[in-house]
């Protein structure tokens, strides 16, 4: 019985609790303003302006240019890909899934 009691409180002490780890909130209320235009206007906006530069077939300066490039011109898989941005700092994962989720929380 000794034996019995010993192990039920060592696996019931032993498990480790989730709550330990750390756990990266996702971003839920993801908005084009918030979180989007900033990636944009960094990684982007050098050729992507308002006139466009060095060739850049469209401008990526407001939210109706950004949705129309994801849903009509493969923003993502271009990011994604690696074909753009052609030069410079190129998209973090992080910022393509904010992108992608963007886009699955219906462009707000």
Excluded at 25 to 46: F, G, L, Q, R, V
Excluded at 53 to 77: C, H, M, Q, R, S
Aim: glycine share 4%.
């Amino acid at each position: 019985m000794k034996n019995l009691i010993f192990i039920l409180i060592l696996t019931f002490t032993s498990c480790a609790s989730k709550d330990d780890d750390p756990v990266e909130e996702p971003i839920i209320n993801i908005t084009y303003t918030t979180n989007i235009k900033s990636i944009i206007d960094s990684k982007c906006n050098s050729c992507h302006s308002d006139p466009q530069k060095n060739g850049a077939p469209i401008a990526l300066v407001t939210l109706e240019n950004v949705k129309d490039a994801v849903l009509n011109k493969d923003l993502i898989g271009r990011v994604e890909d690696g074909s753009m941005p052609p030069e410079g700092d190129v998209l973090t994962s992080d910022q393509i899934e904010l992108i992608k989720d963007w886009e699955k929380n219906s462009f707000k």
